[in-house]
Nanobody, 115 residues
Framework: VQLVESGGGLVQPGGSLRLSCAAS????????MSWYRQAPGKERELVATISSGGGRTNYADSVKGRFTISRDNVKNTVTLQMNNLNPEDTAVYYCAGGVIGVSYWGKGTLVTVSS
C-alpha cells in the first residue's frame, strides 16, 4: 500500500496550492479518503474527508469555504485545493485512507505560508 502526497511548498498569504495524493495497493474506490495536517508543536488534525464515491465531503471549520477535497476513482487520486491560505495553515499535510477509521497514511508534504 502506498499513499504519496505532492504539491506542497512555500506560498504567500492569500495564495493557493493544490495537493495531490496518489494511491496504490488497495481498492481505492471503496475507501473514504481524508487530508490531515500537523503544525509545529500541535497535534495532528483532520482537515477534510470525502466518501468512497465522492458524494459526501466534510471539512474542519477552520478551512470551510477555502479548501476543497475531491477524488478520481479512475486515477486513484485525491486532491486538496487550498485557497486564500494564511500562516495558520502552515503544516505537514497527510493523505489518509480507511473504511472505518484510518488504515493507511502517507508520509506527508510540507505547506509553508509566509511572506
Amino acid at each position: 500500500v502506498q499513499l504519496v502526497e505532492s504539491g506542497g511548498g512555500l506560498v504567500q498569504p492569500g495564495g493557493s496550492l493544490r495537493l495531490s495524493c496518489a494511491a496504490s495497493g488497495f481498492t481505492f474506490s471503496t475507501y473514504a479518503m481524508s487530508w490531515y495536517r500537523q503544525a509545529p508543536g500541535k497535534e495532528r488534525e483532520l482537515v477534510a474527508t470525502i466518501s468512497s464515491g465522492g458524494g459526501r465531503t466534510n471539512y474542519a471549520d477552520s478551512v470551510k469555504g477555502r479548501f476543497t477535497i475531491s477524488r478520481d476513482n479512475v486515477k486513484n487520486t485525491v486532491t486538496l485545493q487550498m485557497n486564500n491560505l494564511n500562516p495558520e495553515d502552515t503544516a505537514v499535510y497527510y493523505c489518509a485512507g480507511g473504511v472505518i477509521g484510518v488504515s493507511y497514511w502517507g508520509k506527508g508534504t510540507l505547506v509553508t505560508v509566509s511572506s
